[in-house]
């Protein structure tokens, strides 16, 4: 580590801490860690805030093509994309939602894990015959345990109340137990193209549920998320060796319309934030 480019290139080490500090309240947030009282909002509200706005400050218009000397504007414009995936880093993830916002957040999710499973029932056929039985018995619950989902995640919408909300909560938990077993299972898969296909199949619905379940976390209290990190018995850090990141950014910035390296970051907040939940 070269700590003299600290000196050499300020603005891009002040604008990497700011990103730091924003990330980090991010996910102190999700956590439910205040660090006190700050009139109406939370010390780390503020400091999230306080790192946006400064960034924001920082960002710098790109210069015409006439004015580039030397990289310089190239340096620019990658500053103010980082600056710009902090910026956006909350949006889809935000903390402080009505429960009806993160329950039609969720409802918007459906189509796509219902694709996503349609894939994993078309992907055996892509496999080795020897494989194609492994990764038939490891994925046979995707169809039931996500048709579920998506009934519990609209009877939510129709009426957020907590025994609805329980329901979906444990539905998540359930799913997300079935994506993480299922990606072992299929990790164990000798050919090399077969568990290409059948990771990559898997984990396409896995990303989605990862992202279903982050919402429902910020609208859950400390007890209800414990309580649904108690039921995962596969965690994601024993499955994080077998996704693709690239992958599950692709999924996000797809859904939400951004940019890949904006949800690069969100995909990595979240999983993170995930897992130091105890998931």
Not at 22 to 47: E, M, W, Y
Not at 260 to 273: F, P
């Amino acid at each position: 580590m070269n700590f003299k480019n600290i000196w050499n290139h300020p603005k891009t080490s002040a604008a990497g801490l700011l990103i730091a500090v924003a990330s980090v309240a991010g996910v102190l947030s999700q956590q439910g860690v205040t660090l006190g009282k700050v009139g109406t909002g939370t010390v780390v509200s503020l400091a999230s805030a306080l790192a946006t706005a400064l960034l924001g400050l920082m960002a710098k218009d790109p210069e015409p093509a006439s004015q580039q000397v030397n990289g310089s504007a190239s340096q620019e414009a990658k500053l103010g994309a980082w600056m710009l995936i902090a910026l956006l880093i909350p949006l889809p993830w935000m903390q402080g939602c009505t429960a009806a916002g993160v329950a039609e957040n969720i409802v918007n999710w459906t189509p796509s894990l219902q694709s996503a499973v349609a894939t994993v029932d078309s992907t055996a056929a892509l496999l080795a015959p020897a494989d194609a039985p492994i990764f038939t018995a490891a994925t046979i619950g995707f169809d039931v345990a996500s048709n579920l989902l998506v009934a519990q995640a609209k009877a939510y919408l129709a009426n957020p109340s907590g025994s609805t909300l329980a329901k979906l909560q444990n539905q998540i938990v359930t799913l997300q137990q079935q994506v993480n077993t299922a990606l072992l299972q299929a990790a164990r898969i000798v050919d090399q193209k077969s568990q290409q296909h059948a990771l990559a199949a898997i984990q396409g619905v896995g990303t989605i549920v990862v992202a279903i379940l982050a919402l429902a976390q910020s609208i859950s209290s400390r007890a209800q998320v414990a309580q649904m990190a108690a039921d995962s018995g596969v965690k994601l850090a024993a499955v994080e060796p077998y996704l693709n990141e690239s992958r599950a950014a692709e999924i996000v910035a797809a859904h939400y319309g951004e940019p890949v390296e904006v949800a690069r970051v969100q995909v990595a907040q979240a999983t993170q934030a995930e897992m130091s939940a105890g998931f």
